[in-house]
Each structure stands twice: as C-alpha cells, then as structure tokens.
C-alpha cells in the first residue's frame, strides 16, 4: 500500500507512513510545520510558528505545546520521523517557493534521516523532490511525474528498481552539516559490544542557532563544502565567504574524486563535469560584502567525500 496526500493531509500521510509498517511507500506533498520540516528550523525559516500549527488543528498532541516556543528543548526532531520509514519507501515532495510550508527546514529533515536510510543500506529508498517551478500550494507539477513513477513500479508494482535522488531548489537548499553533531554509524551483523556501565555524558541542546563561519581576516574569498553522501549519488552545499574587503565576482575550484561526475548545478556555472571542475558565479550572486557569504550547490553521481574546494576573487 502507499499513502499520499498534500498540505494538512501531507501531515497525516507523513504520520501514517511513519507508524504503519504495513505502508511500502509513503508520500507526502508539502506537509509544512508539524509534518516533515525539523522543528528546529521551523523559527529562523519563517514557516507557520509551531504555537500556530499547535493551536490550529490537533496536529500536535497536548504533550507538545510547552516546546512551542524552544523547539530546542525537545528530544526528537522530525529527521528521526523520516529514518522510522526506513527502510520502506519515501518520496517526499516539497514547494520552496512558499516560505511558510518550511521547505528549507523539511530538507534537513530529509537529509538527516537519509543517513539512517543508508546506514541501513537502503540509501536508494529515499527521494526529496523541492526542484519545481510553480509555486502554487498542492499543484500539479510535471518535475514530479518521472521519479513518482520511479516510486510506484519499485516500492508498489515491484517491476522497477530506480533509485532515489536528493533534489533541492536552490531557494530552499538544506544544509544538514549546520545541525548535525553526530556521525553516520557503520551498522554490521555480528556480535555486539556490551553496553557500558557508566551512564555516557551528555550535552545540553543548544539554546541559539547554529554558529556561522567567521570571515576569514584576509581579502579575497574563502570556500568551504557540506556533502550529503548516498549509494551512488550526492548533493554538495558550497559556502563561499569574502575576506576584509567585498569582491565583485568569485570562482570555486575543486577536484571530484574518481567516477564522480555533476548532473545539476544551482546558483552558479560550471566548466566540465568530471575531474577538476571550476564554479562561477551567476549574476546576482557575484558582489559579496566583506566577511559575507553566498552559497552554490551542485548534484552528482558516483562519491563527494573528500574535496576540497579553493576560492579565487575576481
């Protein structure tokens, strides 16, 4: 079976897919707050306030209104509703032309728990989809119609096995690295290492948003790369910052690792797809401020680990 539905109706697929483990593939469109995005984001996004979504319908239990103004206080978030799908099918599609639906905030929730899909080594069985051009609310759009296709023949009809894609429109691009302090585990099938005896320390959670990239004290421009790594494919987020002085035009170098090769490119240009690559920017991203930043992105195939991005200021 699949479950499907768009805006309030987005939520109850979302939850459905979640607790039901009789659902091959669950797929909610443009769920906003109380579905798919992190409660996290939710604030510095903009989306419907968790107060709003809280008092509007019962999408939230009671148990839930005292963290409606600290999100932060919560011990779960939503990415680790995404990983109770796995390893069952997820296609999750999303509009990042409206900022109250919490598109950049459900991408990080996709992302987050696409590292659960693939330490189970079911990084195939997840798809996010926000890379649409009509920004009207629950629309029929055709970006769409291949991968859900891809989605039916595999997790319904059994006749297909296309893997899933990572796609985020450059206005609503995640970036899991500003939210995770946790690495991926290496899940193996063999004996298990005896719990510890002492309790393990634990860390209060943040009470401020994550902390930005200090400007470097130079001139010119400074790169740095966030990857989200699954079988067979990537997404990289590139943050370019300018020194002490503004500059009026940047370009990214960087060298793909063997076998890897970009399919598509957001907010910026780029020379070749494979080996050495360089990124420039686009007209409405080039002037950047002094210790100010911009970000590109890029999807590929085959691995991003291990890259290395440098920065040169026209």
Request: hydrophobic fraction near 35%; glycine fraction near 14%; charged fraction near 10%.
């Amino acid at each position: 079976m699949g479950v499907t539905g768009c805006s309030r109706y987005g939520k109850g697929a979302f939850a459905i897919g979640v607790f039901d483990q009789r659902i091959a593939l669950t797929m909610p469109i443009e769920s906003g707050s109380a579905g798919v995005p992190i409660f996290r984001g939710i604030p510095g996004e903009g989306a419907q306030s968790l107060s709003s979504a809280y008092g509007e319908q019962p999408w939230l239990g009671d148990a839930f209104g005292s963290f409606t103004g600290s999100p932060n206080r919560l011990p779960v978030d939503t990415h680790e509703m995404v990983a109770m799908v796995a390893p069952r099918g997820l296609f999750i599609m999303d509009n990042p032309h409206i900022a109250n639906l919490g598109p950049r905030s459900a991408s990080v929730a996709a992302l987050g728990g696409a590292e659960v899909y693939k330490a189970l080594g079911a990084g195939d069985n997840i798809t996010y989809w926000s890379d649409v051009q009509d920004g009207s609310h629950c629309a029929n759009r055709p970006e769409w119609r291949t991968p859900l296709q891809n989605n039916i023949r595999k997790f319904l009809l059994k006749t297909g096995n296309e893997p899933g894609v990572i796609r985020m429109h450059s206005k609503a691009l995640g970036r899991l690295a500003d939210w995770r302090d946790w690495q991926t585990p290496v899940l193996v099938d063999g004996p298990t290492t005896p719990p510890p005896t002492t309790p393990p320390p634990t860390t209060p959670p943040p009470t401020t948003l994550p902390p930005t990239t200090p400007p470097p004290t130079g001139g010119g421009c400074t790169a740095t790369v966030s990857v989200n790594q699954w079988t067979g494919g990537f997404v990289a987020a590139v943050r370019v910052t300018a020194g002490a002085a503004p500059i009026n035009g940047w370009t990214v170098t960087m060298t793909l690792p063997p076998g890897a090769s970009v399919t598509n490119i957001w907010s910026a240009n780029r020379s070749g797809t494979t080996g050495t690559v360089q990124f420039t920017n686009v007209a409405y991203n080039g002037s950047i401020g002094a210790g100010q930043s911009t970000e590109f992105g890029y999807q590929g195939t085959g691995t991003g680990a291990g890259v290395t991005p440098t920065c040169s200021a026209a």
